[in-house]
């Protein structure tokens, strides 16, 4: 069973569009969620993270926005780059110290 | 500074065989993760260790599994009896100390083929 669930698969923007991943889950215990950028042949680099207790946290191009009633949480990237193409999981971590990832989105971002 | 790194990058073994996945940690990084990831799949949790001891192996997906942490830096993770199914990108992770905020910080994985 999926914990944490991922959209779209994979996404083409523009450059200089917006670029919106979205993700859902079900556990209330899950307290932390962070994204995580992956290129290929590397291991994900945490780009940014949110707590429940904030609906939204941005730094530079990317931003969070939390909902909590709806157990649901995106990543928007502003301006998007084509150094931003690459696979973006978000994840979820519960108390029992388990992250739990998305099913990635590969985003490509046309110049 | 040096990152987390894992040995080798890439294992073709044949079904049935034993394989030994090897991650050195950041140093001074007192927890430890394993993840398994399929392709076009998010990293799935096998094991953590908090020091030498494994604190949570409840993602080890059977027996044929396994992972040590012996003198709590290097990790090296086991599997017998190597299946197709096998076939996935290891991932070893570290951070600090362990605690949700931590951030985990991932090697570049070892890809694991098995025929």
């Known amino acids: 069973q999926q914990q944490v669930k991922q959209s779209p698969q994979s996404l083409i923007v523009q450059k200089g569009g917006i670029s919106i991943i979205n993700c859902a889950y079900e556990?209330?215990?899950?307290?932390?969620f962070p994204w995580y950028q992956q290129f290929p042949g590397k291991g994900p680099a945490l780009l940014i993270a949110?707590?429940?207790?904030?609906s939204e946290k941005k730094e530079g191009r990317f931003t969070i926005s939390f909902n909590k009633s709806a157990k649901q949480f995106s990543l928007h990237i502003m301006d998007s780059q084509p150094g931003d193409s690459a696979t973006y999981f978000c994840?979820?971590?519960?108390?029992?110290?388990?992250?739990?990832f998305g099913t990635g989105t590969s985003l490509t971002v046309i110049p | 500074g040096a990152g987390v790194s894992q040995t080798p990058s890439n294992k073709v073994t044949e079904k049935g065989k034993y394989v030994e996945l090897r991650c050195d940690p950041i140093?001074?990084?007192?927890?430890l993760y394993w993840y398994r990831q399929s392709l076009g799949q998010g990293p799935e949790f096998l094991i953590y260790?908090?020091?030498?001891?494994?604190?949570?192996d409840s993602g080890l997906p059977n027996d044929r599994f396994f992972a040590v942490r012996p003198e709590g830096s290097v990790s090296t993770l086991k599997i017998q009896r190597t299946e197709r199914g096998d076939s996935a990108v290891y991932l070893c992770?570290?951070?600090?100390?362990?605690?949700?905020?931590?951030?985990?910080?991932f090697g570049p994985g070892t890809r694991l083929t098995v025929l």
């Open positions: 992770a570290s951070s600090s100390t362990g605690g949700q905020v931590d951030t985990q910080y």
């Open positions: 556990n209330t215990a899950f307290d932390y």
């Open positions: 949110i707590r429940p207790d904030v």
């Open positions: 994840a979820a971590f519960s108390p029992g110290n388990q992250f739990y």
């Open positions: 140093s001074g990084h007192t927890a």
């Open positions: 260790f908090q020091g030498t001891g494994a604190a949570d």
